[in-house]
């Protein structure tokens, strides 16, 4: 479904990404991950179309993608998160749920000023589908607050409500669990899952390995811009090029917050 | 007395104008005019220029309108490969290259003498009347000019405006062409701006160059910062605050013995002392923007 | 061709003084600060006020008084202006910046009313030098003003300070974990900013006059030359001042009718500001990013 072939791009002589390939099929959840500067986000950006590779190509449902503009990607059915969700100040948590939303009639002009039946039940319509992933995310208190005002882990599962609005058939993650409290994880974790359950296909940046490997079918590892291997999640630690890639750099591969109850949960999702 | 507030209220409601186009500019989507004064001149010069040749006047205004929403759709469009403060600079030079022109092509703007020959509305009224005319006309242009820019911000369309002002990467991820929104919104400012534009120079029956001096902008800024940048209601108030506040200096040398050529000087220092301070102190200006909770039905 | 040559050098040094000052403070606290070109009506007009404080000194006395002057007023109108505003957006502080501007001009009308005036310079007579009239003090405008840009390239490269102003300005953060004192680097940027801004001001005045809208006047070449060298690059926006005084020189004397087949047709200089606008956006459409640059555009 997405697929990257030999993908390089270099910033005023440094190498961010070189010959990247990787695959990702329909509904399959696939993590990422590589010490920090190894070219997640790169990658990531590439991906959505906020950065034109120097070389190589990506192809979504057949199609180029590489160079389009981000919002073409999207409405491709390619959507993302941010590592840092940032949230604006001056909208809503339920507005900005909604521009997440294709409101067609209510986006034009002509839409906004006229106002006719079909734009109000359009958007009446993309006001519910808001309140009920806002409260599968329990977010749904705090939908007339500022959206900026929300601690850093509830923004983090606002963005992922805002991209699920636009129904995407592909989902980039950006760090999900970064600033995420505990208490909210298995939130997330069980919103992916049930995401995955329904077809749509993930793609999860990550350094909490545990969370990668409660949730990924396979993982690529980058370093220094190269994919380094590519395989099941339970491989992570014993792979001694993975290991070496940590090596070195402070951060390490963690199983971040997870008892060793959830250490047996560790298994390949089918 | 009366014949004083009446001329500053029909020029502030005038202005107010420009206001609710800079504020659907800057205010809702982040777009930093620092050229708002050269839709307004568009729309003047071809009021003016039609005046001149004869032209009917709801043509020149016409004309003025399109030629506005066009200026105002390719500047939008620069917004494609420009950030915002480099956008800001753009639009300052291309103000400012409008009013050379204006000022040295002679033969079809009349240059720095300016155009002279334009038809005065009610012009049958004794000067009460029409200043009351007058002022009824610019409140109406006021409020559909309101009405217009507080619908576009309310919809779908101002959210995602909205969302481009503060993070406009997030807004292109999820599939908004961030490009053409900045066109479209330019495409309906513009326009209202040059209506204006095109209003007051039918008002004070002449157009040159100086009208299109930086100070215009610099003008509409001070009333969209102090009256509530975001807030329609609230630039429409610093509009006529700010006007009055103007209008008001022009006595500063009968009261003091500050000299005439000096007053000038006073005048904008006084409009700028009220930019600043609130830039520093108050940004929020009088009436803030609200957040806005929405209701079930839209 | 001589004339080209010198309006290049004396244009392009006034150009470079001003526009250096405007992108090492972009270098350092990331915004373009319009008020730069009124540092340079600011010291031209602080050598007029000068000149009647101390009576009857030498040009040069007065001069440098103001330039020190407005040195110190820029690194004042960041502590107390600039500094509020960058906490919230570089955008607030940007439209600040133009508030200042005006308000700055304004000041000056009030304190000494709209009319120009002129620096005491003698009368000289033109020498002809390859082919253009060239006074002794446009030589020396041209003289001091490439020796005070060489002096703040080496500065720049040669010194510990300056290499705490390019880290600063490449990645402040870096710089503040390497231990330098960014507060102090920013701080001399700006007293730079003012001092070479003022500077330029001197320069220009003495080649035309004092005038409320000299420094608004140069304000677009001027935000084109520190664009165009790529912001935050002070070499950059050196070698692009001169180039643009170049493009001006060379485009008015251009006669543009022979091109257009219409007979003889050229610019009128009244258009000259005109120049400078068009390559602005020239810039801004085609290299956002300038020679040496950083990002302009969006990704």
């Known amino acids: ?270 | 007395m009366l014949e004083f507030l009446l001329g500053v209220a029909v020029v502030a409601a005038l202005f107010g104008v420009l206001a609710v186009c800079l504020n659907l500019e800057a205010g809702v989507t982040g777009l930093l005019n620092f050229g708002l004064v050269a839709f307004f001149g568009i729309g003047a010069y071809a009021t003016g220029i039609a005046s001149l040749h004869g032209v009917s006047w709801e043509l020149g205004m016409l004309i003025g309108v399109v030629l506005a929403a066009l200026a105002g759709a390719g500047v939008g469009l620069l917004g494609r490969t420009l950030a915002a403060e480099y956008w800001a600079v753009a639009t300052l030079a291309l103000a400012e290259l409008l009013r050379l022109i204006a000022l040295n092509t002679d033969s079809v703007t009349e240059g720095a003498r300016g155009i002279t020959t334009v038809e005065p509305f009610f012009g049958s009224l004794g000067p009460t009347e029409r200043d009351l005319a007058w002022l009824g006309l610019g409140l109406a242009l006021l409020a559909v000019c309101a009405f217009v820019a507080s619908r576009v911000t309310e919809t779908q369309f101002g959210r995602i405006l909205r969302l481009v002002r503060e993070r406009e990467e997030l807004a292109a991820a999820l599939g908004h062409d961030v490009v053409s929104a900045k066109v479209r919104v330019m495409a309906i400012s513009a326009p209202m701006a040059a209506l204006a534009g095109s209003l007051y120079t039918h008002y004070i029956t002449f157009i040159g160059p100086q009208e299109m001096a930086p100070f215009g902008t610099f003008l509409v800024w001070t009333m969209v910062v102090v009256g509530g940048l975001g807030s329609v209601y609230g630039v429409i108030a610093g509009a006529f605050l700010v006007q009055l506040l103007y209008e008001v200096t022009r006595f500063i040398d009968d009261i003091t013995d500050i000299s005439p050529e000096s007053a000038g000087g006073v005048r904008v220092l006084v409009v700028g002392a009220a930019l600043l301070g609130f830039l520093l102190f108050h940004p929020a200006g009088l009436i803030p923007e609200r957040l806005r909770r929405i209701r079930a039905e839209g | ?299």
């Open chain 3, 1 to 299: 061709m001589g004339e080209v040559l010198f309006d290049t050098l004396i244009d392009g040094s006034e150009l470079a003084l001003i526009a250096v000052g405007m992108t090492l403070v972009f270098g350092a606290v990331k915004f373009a600060n319009i008020a730069q070109v009124e540092f340079a009506t600011l010291g031209a007009y602080g050598t007029v006020l000068a000149g009647s404080l101390i009576g009857g000194g030498p040009l040069v006395v007065e001069a440098i008084l103001s330039i020190v002057g407005v040195g110190l007023i820029a690194v004042g109108l960041y502590h107390l202006i600039f500094k509020r505003l960058l906490i919230r957006s570089p955008a607030t502080a940007m439209i600040g910046s133009l508030a200042l501007s005006i308000l700055l001009r304004a000041l000056i009308q009030t304190i000494t009313g709209p009319r120009p005036k002129e620096l005491d310079v003698p009368l000289e007579r033109a020498n002809d030098i390859l082919g253009a009239l060239v006074t002794p003090s446009q030589v020396r405008i041209i003289v001091i003003s490439v020796v005070a840009l060489a002096a703040l390239m080496a500065v720049l490269r040669l010194t510990a300070l300056g290499r705490s102003i390019r880290a600063v300005s490449a990645n402040p953060d870096l710089a503040a974990a390497a231990g330098i004192d960014v507060r102090r680097v920013i701080d001399v940027v700006w007293l730079l900013a003012g001092l070479f801004g003022a500077l330029g001001g001197v320069m220009y005045a003495i080649d035309n006059q004092v005038s409320l809208e000299m420094g608004f006047g140069l304000l677009l070449p001027v935000f084109a030359a520190a664009l165009l060298g790529g912001f935050g690059s002070p070499g950059g926006a050196i070698l692009a001042s001169y180039l643009l005084a170049l493009a001006e020189s060379v485009v008015l004397r251009v006669d543009w009718g022979e091109v257009i087949n219409t007979g003889s047709a050229y610019l009128d200089s009244s258009y000259r500001p005109a120049i400078g606008f068009v390559l602005l956006l020239l810039v801004l459409l085609i290299r956002p990013q300038g020679i040496f640059g950083r990002e302009a555009r969006r990704a």
């Open chain 1, 1 to 270: 479904m997405l697929r990257v072939e030999r993908v390089s791009k270099h910033f005023s002589g440094i190498t961010a990404l070189e010959e990247v390939d990787m695959r990702l099929d329909a509904g399959e959840t696939l993590g990422l991950v590589g010490p920090n500067g190894s070219g997640k986000s790169t990658l990531l950006n590439v991906l959505s179309g906020f950065i034109r590779p120097d070389r190589g190509r990506v192809t979504f449902k057949g199609e180029r993608i590489d160079g389009r503009r981000p919002w073409a990607i999207a409405e491709r059915g390619l959507e993302r998160t941010f590592q840092l969700p940032a949230q604006p100040q001056r909208l809503t948590v339920l507005e900005v749920m909604l521009t997440g939303a294709h409101l067609r009639r209510g986006e034009t002009v002509w839409g906004s000023l006229v106002s006719p039946r079909r734009v109000r039940a359009e958007q009446a319509a993309a006001v519910e589908r808001a309140r009920g992933l806002l409260d599968e995310l329990t977010l749904l208190e705090l939908e007339h607050d500022a959206a900026g005002t929300l601690s850093g882990g509830q923004q983090k599962l606002l963005s992922l409500g805002v991209a699920l609005m636009g129904d995407p058939e592909v989902l980039l993650l950006d760090e999900p669990t970064a600033g995420v409290h505990r208490s909210l994880r298995h939130v997330l974790v069980e919103r992916l899952r049930s995401l995955h359950d329904a077809g749509t296909a993930l793609v999860i940046v990550e350094h909490d390995i545990g969370f990668v490997t409660e949730l990924c079918e396979r993982v690529y590892v980058l370093d220094k811009g190269h994919v380094i291997t590519s395989c099941l999640p339970t491989e992570l630690a014993s792979d001694p090029r993975v290991v070496e890639a940590y090596l070195g750099t402070k951060k390490r591969p963690t199983a971040a917050s997870p008892t060793s109850a959830s250490r047996e949960q560790r298994k390949v999702p089918s």
